[in-house]
């Protein structure tokens, strides 16, 4: 039973547009969420989260977006670049489990730039 | 700084042979988490430590597999009688502390049981 899932498994943009990759969670315990990106052969290197307390949380090119009442985030990369091209992972914990419950993945997004 | 380390990066084993997984943390870091990545699937979370301790076992797929960490800071995952169902990433994660939610990822150890 995937409690984070992530719908497409691959997504290809074009250099300089907008890359949204979506996550859906079904548990509604989870209140902290995560977005990775993963390199072939290289562990995931955290990218940005967002507390359920907010509904957005922007860094640099980074934006990710919360809908909790759909149980529904979104990464936003603008303007997207080739070095961006890997596989995101969206993960999601409860607070109050205090890192006990480690992270729940989902099957990741393979986002493509192409020049 | 260094970040995590794992090892061996790739392992390739006799169904039933044992193996013994590695993970040096992020120098501080008191908590350490182990995941499995299985073919086409998202991370499976499978157990974490505070310091030296592992209050929570019941992640591990079954009791062939066991953990220890030692020192505050290397950690060993140990398969027993592998199985070629065991064939997947290994990662290894760190934080600073249990508190802390961003875990920075070692680069994994593929394993493969023929």
């Known amino acids: 039973d995937q409690q984070v899932k992530q719908n497409s498994p691959s997504l290809s943009v074009q250099e300089g547009r907008i890359s949204i990759l979506n996550c859906d969670y079904t548990?509604?315990?989870?209140?902290?969420f995560l977005w990775y990106k993963k390199y072939p052969a290289e562990g995931p290197t955290f990218l940005i989260s967002i507390s359920s307390i907010k509904d957005k949380n922007e860094d640099g090119r980074f934006t990710v977006f919360l809908n909790k009442s759909a149980k529904h985030l979104s990464l936003h990369i603008v303007p997207s670049q080739p070095g961006d091209s890997a596989v995101y992972f969206c993960a999601a914990t409860t607070l109050e489990g205090g890192g006990a419950d480690g992270l729940t993945f989902g099957k990741g997004t393979h986002l493509i730039i192409q020049p | 700084g260094a970040g995590v380390s794992q090892s061996p990066s790739n392992k390739v084993t006799e169904k039933g042979k044992d193996v013994e997984l590695r993970c040096d943390p992020i120098?501080?870091?008191?908590?350490l988490y182990w995941y499995r990545q299985s073919l086409g699937q998202g991370l499976e979370f499978l157990i974490y430590?505070?310091?030296?301790?592992?209050?929570?076992k019941s992640g591990l797929p079954s009791d062939r597999f066991s953990a220890e960490r030692t020192g505050g800071s290397v950690s060993t995952l140990t398969i027993q009688r592998t199985q070629q169902e065991d064939s997947a990433v290994y990662l290894c994660?760190?934080?600073?502390?249990?508190?802390?939610?961003?875990?920075?990822f070692g680069p994994g150890t593929r394993l493969t049981v023929t």
């Open positions: 548990n509604s315990m989870f209140d902290y």
């Open positions: 120098s501080g870091h008191t908590a």
């Open positions: 994660a760190s934080s600073l502390t249990l508190l802390s939610y961003e875990q920075y």
């Open positions: 430590f505070q310091g030296n301790s592992a209050p929570d």
